[in-house]
């Protein structure tokens, strides 16, 4: 009776494990078929095509170009390789600045007509109008539609999905607005964190010890939304007020609220390594005349490196992670920021923000995805960091 029980909890834990193991195999397919999707969409707005006069030779454009063109920066087609013509930009609600209600008829039906006509007469025009506007597209060049490219996503400079007639995707300031907070942050909690477990492992006493550890462990329980309003609330008008700035909202203020975020998780792992410091090694340091600081930096933090690094590291990851607080807190500009007082964006906070206000199976939607599996790759290099340094610190004290 005994091994048929055993054998059913064995069952049941590798069922467990298997069902478990395809589930996360599922989602990660899920995952990147949703993200990868993105660099099968069109650059210009589904339906939509932007036709020129017939002697325009310009035909194609970067998704900025478009951009630019259309919010009037580039206001002559030399500019784009064409000729020495100024651009007149045509969007479909222009319509009835070029016509009466009587010429389009009475539900738009001559609309059509009149807007090929407008675009074969006008020579530096460039419309941006529904396909089937254009009826005869053998009197109208079109700019060559192309599929998003990696180098409009990874080397673009703009995020700005909701812009017509091309949408940018560019991932560059979401990347380096996630890195600049996390690195600020480690740089504020790694001295403070080191500092307590130092204090903790090898300098409070055994009841001022028992009673802190479990206050700073409550401190990673907290949820992310309460650090938030307490940046909000406290660290925002502060930081406004010593630097001098228009808005509090920065770089700065997310970095310190997921310092102190990140700060349990260091100061966890770290503690802990130290305290796993072979208490043979402390005593002989001080049998030979060594004083404890002494025997601290020179014995204790050295073998306990590998443990130290490993909490840095998962502290970096909590930080890159992290959504709620930063939305809250750092101004959410999709720019890339020059220093750390600019208000920035990161990555989970875009998701968070955009991904409920997206189309679904649209290239916005797609572009969000893609941004989770750039997430993931970065947590991923975070935990095999992770691993790679505690193998080394296990193989070292063997």
């Not at 053998?138 to 180098?151: A, E, P, Q, T």
């Not at 996503?153 to 380096?176: D, H, K, R």
């Not at 925002?236 to 102190?260: C, H, M, R, W, Y």
């Amino acid at each position: 009776m005994k091994k048929i029980f055993e054998k059913i909890i064995e069952g049941l834990l590798t069922c467990s494990g298997f069902i478990t193991s395809i589930t996360i195999l599922l989602i990660i397919l899920f995952l990147f078929t949703e993200a990868f999707g993105l660099f099968h969409s069109k650059v210009i707005e589904e339906g939509y095509v932007l036709a020129l006069n017939k002697d325009n030779k310009v035909s194609q454009l970067s998704p900025v170009q478009i951009k630019e063109v259309f919010d009037e920066e580039i206001t002559n087609w030399d500019e784009l390789g064409g000729e020495n013509l100024p651009i007149r930009v045509f969007r479909l609600e222009d319509v009835t600045k070029y016509f009466t209600d009587e010429e389009l008829g009475d539900s738009y039906q001559h609309a059509g007509a009149l807007i090929t006509k407008l675009v074969e007469e006008t020579s530096g025009i460039v419309a941006f109008v529904p396909r089937q506007f254009i009826v005869d597209p053998g009197r109208v060049n079109y700019i060559k539609d192309n599929s998003i490219s990696l180098k409009d996503v990874f080397a673009g400079a703009e995020w700005f999905p909701t812009a017509t007639p091309a949408p940018l995707f560019g991932f560059l300031p979401l990347i380096t607005g996630t890195l600049w907070v996390s690195l600020f942050a480690i740089l504020i909690a790694l001295p403070f964190g080191l500092s307590v477990a130092i204090y903790m492992s090898e300098v409070a006493k055994p009841g001022i010890r028992n009673w802190l550890k479990p206050v700073i462990e409550l401190l990673s329980g907290i949820p992310s939304v309460v650090y938030g309003f307490f940046g909000l609330i406290v660290i925002v008008p502060l930081i406004q007020k010593v630097f001098d700035l228009p808005v509090g909202e920065s770089g700065l203020t997310g970095s310190i609220v997921l310092a102190i975020m990140a700060l349990p998780t260091i100061i966890t792992v770290t503690e802990d390594a130290m305290r796993n410091c072979p208490r043979a090694m402390r005593e002989a340091s001080l049998a030979l005349g060594a004083s404890q600081w002494q025997t601290i930096y020179k014995v204790v933090i050295p073998f306990s490196i590998s443990g130290i690094t490993s909490g840095v590291v998962l502290g970096i990851g909590r930080a890159i992670g992290e959504t709620m607080a930063v939305l809250m807190v750092t101004g959410n500009a999709a720019v890339i920021p020059t220093t750390i007082l600019e208000p920035l964006r990161t990555i989970p906070a875009t998701i968070a923000a955009e991904l409920g206000e997206a189309p679904a199976g649209g290239p916005h939607y797609q572009a969000l995805f893609l941004l989770g599996v750039v997430l993931f790759f970065i947590t991923l290099i975070i935990n095999f960091s992770v691993e790679y340094i505690s193998s080394k610190g296990v193989k070292r004290n063997r």
